[in-house]
């Protein structure tokens, strides 16, 4: 079975002052074996659920249900949103909304993930409400934006005279929250999100599973190769272990000053899978406390680029600005289309090299192009092959990285599964926005905003 593959050999410079070199990486063998066995017990929720069918069996038993909507609109944000978007930029084709009903078969898909009233309402222009489908995700059932967006397409259903068992699914915990109660209240289908697993590790449960259904995504062979990751990123052997050496990787050039790991997919499909990535490394892992409690403020900033347009806009400060940066490229072997380009102006040299090459030729040789300048000018850089795109590819990444995660965040001594920082900023909108029971906490805030 084709996999992705870990390109590791630019990430060592013995010959830099802050280089790094293997012995550093064989040194911290032992501990990085003893992270990964202590992950193995702990069982972090996101650990065992490829070889869970309970949420996959749940959501293809829908799997008639939410195809029969011309639209599936979902409503959440953050880890409620990202995994989605990264699955259907992924797998399905670019512009998928735009093709026509009988190419694409399945219904659009379109994610709402912020509150922007431009962006909704230019949303809202493009669905039919009675044959849209609303699926609100949220955890919690409280976050703002989710809640905003659910009242606003609530209020259209009922305005349109439709009701709202046939045109809302809740994704939310199984025990808790408003969406819970309103759902057992009003007969509302819901999907559960496992009450031990957070937001940004969610994607394989009914969270991203159910916008990927929909739209025809083979969540099965996502799965598979979440299932076949999971054999790789739980061997103690660091040197055999990507998601392991790869945490160490940037834990190490971490120590050494370099705070910012760029994930610069060439690939336009894969793009999003850096921006997932994102705000997993970001929010798990930028925490003021370690695990003694101790103020520590860690935690390495993720930016995500796309090749080749950021070589014309960040590639300079990469090759030339400060020691600081940990590069992934995510390479794409195999394009599904491809497109020569033409011969035409031959006896133009600025021209003709271009002539009778295909286009992914000239993206990889960028790529590689990039690559080399990188590590003439010793800037640590790494790859994340895959060989094509396809579920079991996406779903052995997404295995991976959330591992990887975890490592990191215990190579860091943090808890990389909660976000005390993004839940003030949520109590603070609360208390302003007027909600019952943060009158207190209202006080308190105003006064400071004042002074
Ligand atoms: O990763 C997280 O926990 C967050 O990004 C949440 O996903 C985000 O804040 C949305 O929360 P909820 O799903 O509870 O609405």
Redesign the pocket.
């Known amino acids: 079975m084709n996999g992705i593959k870990f390109d590791f050999s630019n990430v060592f410079h013995p010959n830099i002052e802050n280089g790094l070199t293997e012995e550093e990486i064989n040194d911290q063998g032992n501990r990085v074996q003893d992270i990964v066995e202590t992950i193995i017990q702990n069982n972090p929720g996101f650990l065992n659920l490829p070889f869970t069918r309970v949420y996959i069996d749940r959501v293809l038993d829908l799997k008639t249900w939410i195809q029969s909507f011309e639209s599936v609109v979902v409503l959440?944000?953050?880890?409620?949103a990202l995994g989605n978007q990264a699955l259907q930029t992924a797998l399905n084709p670019l512009h998928y909304n735009a093709l026509s009903k009988e190419i694409r078969k399945t219904p659009k898909i379109f994610i709402l993930d912020n509150v922007d009233p431009d962006f909704i309402a230019s949303v809202l222009d493009q669905i039919d409400p009675k044959t849209t489908l609303f699926n609100v995700?949220?955890?919690?059932?409280?976050?703002a934006e989710?809640m905003a967006n659910y009242l606003v397409a609530r209020g259209i259903i009922e305005g349109y005279g439709l009701d709202p068992k046939k045109h809302f699914l809740f994704t939310t915990d199984p025990e808790k929250g408003i969406l819970k109660k309103i759902a057992e209240e009003e007969g509302i289908k819901t999907l559960d999100?496992p009450p031990s697993i957070?937001?940004?590790?969610?994607v394989l449960t009914p969270v991203g599973l159910l916008s990927a259904l929909a739209s025809g995504i083979d969540i099965i062979d996502l799965y598979n190769g979440a299932k076949e990751m999971h054999k790789r990123v739980t061997n103690p052997n660091i040197w055999e272990n990507p998601a392991a050496f790869n945490a160490l990787v940037h834990y190490l050039y971490y120590q050494k000053g370099y705070n910012i790991s760029v994930m610069m997919s060439y690939s336009n499909k894969l793009f999003l899978l850096a921006d997932w990535y994102r705000?997993l490394w970001a929010?798990s892992l930028g925490k003021k406390y370690n695990l003694k409690g101790e103020v520590v403020n860690v935690g390495q900033t993720p930016i995500k680029a796309l090749g080749t347009t950021d070589q014309h806009s960040q590639v300079q400060l990469y090759n030339e600005g400060p020691y600081d940066k940990v590069i992934t490229f995510i390479q794409l072997e195999n394009f599904e289309r491809n497109i020569k380009i033409p011969n035409i102006h031959c006896d133009l040299p600025e021209l003709s090299y271009l002539g009778g090459k295909n286009l992914s030729a000239l993206l990889n040789t960028e790529l590689a192009g990039t690559e080399y300048a990188l590590t003439e000018n010793n800037r640590p850089n790494l790859k994340v092959i895959f060989p094509q795109i396809n579920p079991f590819n996406v779903g052995q990444f997404i295995f991976a990285y959330e591992f990887q995660t975890a490592v990191m965040g215990n190579l860091l001594d943090i808890n990389p599964y909660d976000?005390p920082g993004?839940e003030l900023g949520?109590k603070v909108t609360y208390a302003l926005m007027g909600r019952k029971g943060y009158e207190d906490f209202n006080i308190e805030v105003e006064n400071k905003l004042k002074n």
């Open positions: 959440g944000i953050g880890g409620s995700i949220s955890k919690s059932g409280t976050t989710a999100i957070g937001g940004r590790f969610s705000q929010e976000q993004v949520k």
